[in-house]
Nanobody, 113 residues
Framework: QVQFEESGGGVVQPGGSLRLSCAAF???????VGWFRQAPGKQRELVAQ???????YYTQSVRGRFAISRDNAKNTVYLQMNSLKPEDTAVYYC????????WGQGTQVTVSS
């Protein structure tokens, strides 16, 4: 089992950038990891994932603005978010997409002027 701890959220103006970090307590070298987000009143959605071989996928709404990366030596996955929009406001979580481990606390991202 792996536990995740998300960090790096904050308040940013539209067009700004943030870099989220997902620290895993346990090895992630053999699994894919995804970044999810949940906005108020909405279901949690997968926005980006990186497979264990480094292949990555993005949901359409963030493609070209977000970039996911991983450092297996540090058991950490990152999400670089650029050109942020108000609709990116949500709590962001990381987890294994295929079969969830326990969810962490998430990190709040607020995009507002």
């Amino acid at each position: 089992q792996v536990q995740f701890e998300e960090s790096g959220g904050g308040v940013v103006q539209p067009g700004g950038s943030l870099r989220l970090s997902c620290a895993a307590f346990g090895s992630i070298s053999g699994i894919g990891v995804g970044w999810f987000r949940q906005a108020p009143g909405k279901q949690r959605e997968l926005v980006a994932q990186i497979l264990r071989n480094g292949v990555y996928y993005y949901t359409q709404s963030v493609r070209g603005r977000f970039a996911i990366s991983r450092d297996n030596a540090k058991n950490t996955v990152y999400l670089q978010m650029n050109s942020l929009k108000p609709e990116d406001t949500a709590v962001y979580y990381c987890n294994r997409p295929e079969e969830f481990y326990p969810w962490g606390q998430g990190t709040q991202v607020t995009v507002s002027s």
